[in-house]
C-alpha cells in the first residue's frame, strides 16, 4: 500500500492509499503514541487514555518517513512513522 494522501479533517487523521481510504481518530493517535513519556507509561502499566474529544490539529513532516502530530490536548513529541501510521489503519484505527 502506497500512501498518496493525508488530510486532517475534524480532527481525525484520514489517509487515501488509493482505493483504500482509512480514518484514525485523534483518541486513537493520541492512545498509540510511542513518544519516550508515553512508552515509559506503558512500561509502568499506565498507557495512555486519550479523552473521546482529543482532536489532531497540526502534522508536520519529518524527513520522508513519518510526520509529528499536534494534538488538542497540547501533546506533541510523538513522532509516527507513516509504516506505524498504515499499521494503525489496517487495525482498524
Known amino acids: 500500500m502506497?500512501?498518496?494522501e493525508v488530510v486532517i479533517e475534524r480532527g481525525a487523521l484520514t489517509l487515501s492509499y488509493g482505493d483504500?481510504?482509512?480514518?484514525l481518530s485523534g483518541a486513537r493517535l493520541r492512545a498509540a503514541c510511542r513518544c519516550a513519556e508515553c512508552a515509559a507509561?506503558?512500561?509502568r502499566g499506565t498507557p495512555v487514555v486519550a479523552d473521546d474529544d482529543?482532536?489532531?490539529v497540526d502534522?508536520?513532516?519529518v524527513?520522508?518517513?513519518a510526520a509529528q502530530l499536534r494534538f488538542s490536548d497540547g501533546?506533541?513529541?510523538g513522532i509516527y512513522p507513516w509504516v506505524y501510521l498504515g499499521a494503525l489503519a489496517r487495525a482498524g484505527g
Do not use: D, F, M, Q
Open 2 to 4: 502506497n500512501l498518496e
Open 20 to 23: 483504500h481510504v482509512a480514518t
Open 41 to 43: 507509561l506503558a512500561r
Open 54 to 56: 482529543v482532536a489532531v
Open 59 to 61: 502534522l508536520a513532516p
Open 63 to 65: 524527513g520522508a518517513y
Open 75 to 77: 501533546h506533541e513529541r
